[in-house]
Structure formats: C-alpha cells, structure tokens
Nanobody
Framework: QLQLAESGGGLVQPGGSLRLSCEFS????????VGWFRQAPGKEREEVLC???????IATDSVKGRFTIAADNAKNTVDLQMNNLKPEDTAVYYC??????????????????WGQGTQVTVSS
C-alpha cells in the first residue's frame, strides 16, 4: 500500500525552526515530485514549495529564504526545513507526491498521493 506520512509538527516560538518529514511507505522517493502544502483555519489550502523529479525547487514568495525542501533517499523521506517561523505560518502541513514530473518554474497541478497532515503552531 502506497502511503505518505508527515511528522515533526509542533509548537514553536516566532523566529524558531522546525523540520517536517514526509515518509514514503510502499514506494521510494526516487523519481517523485513532492509538494508541501498548508491549510490554516478558515483559509484555502496553499502549496508552499515543491521539489520536482529532477530536484528543482520551486517556492512561493511567502516562504522564500525561510523554507527549503530536500529529499533523503536513504531515509526515504522528503523533508521541509522551516526557519524564522512567523505566526502566519501556523497551519496543518501536508505533503503530496506525483511520479515523474519535471519543470523549471511550476509545481504540479495535481498529485497522486497525500499524507494526513501535521499541525504547526507558531506562537509565543
């Protein structure tokens, strides 16, 4: 069974850091594009950044310079490193995967697999 599972969420103070992991189960990270999304209460889900099958990283303006994404083939995860967190980053974070996607400037329009989400709360 092909599954994604997020972990690493929690409560952090403004300016702090968190590292989220998206673990692949039943399939491997290699050749998959992975996107990280978030959804805050009362707001639509938004994609914050993605990594394509070739390793190209595309990020939305609100997280550029603060968030980054990296695949760890040995651990079979795609991690989201979040630095300098702000209260407006508070949301449930989801990862999603799509096989064999390449682009220099755009994340996939759709993904085949989704995780269940992990809560990130930024508050003092």
């Amino acid at each position: 069974q092909l599954q994604l599972a997020e972990s690493g969420g929690g409560l952090v103070q403004p300016g702090g850091s968190l590292r989220l992991s998206c673990e692949f189960s039943g399939f491997t990270v290699a050749n998959y594009a992975v996107g990280w999304f978030r959804q805050a209460p009362g707001k639509e889900r938004e994609e914050v950044l993605c990594i394509t099958s070739s390793g190209n990283i595309i990020a939305t303006d609100s997280v550029k310079g603060r968030f980054t994404i990296a695949a760890d083939n040995a651990k079979n995860t795609v991690d989201l490193q979040m630095n300098n967190l702000k209260p407006e980053d508070t949301a449930v974070y989801y990862c999603a995967a799509l096989y064999w996607y390449f682009s220099d400037y755009k994340c996939p329009r759709e993904y085949d697999y989704w995780g269940q989400g992990t809560q990130v709360t930024v508050s003092s």
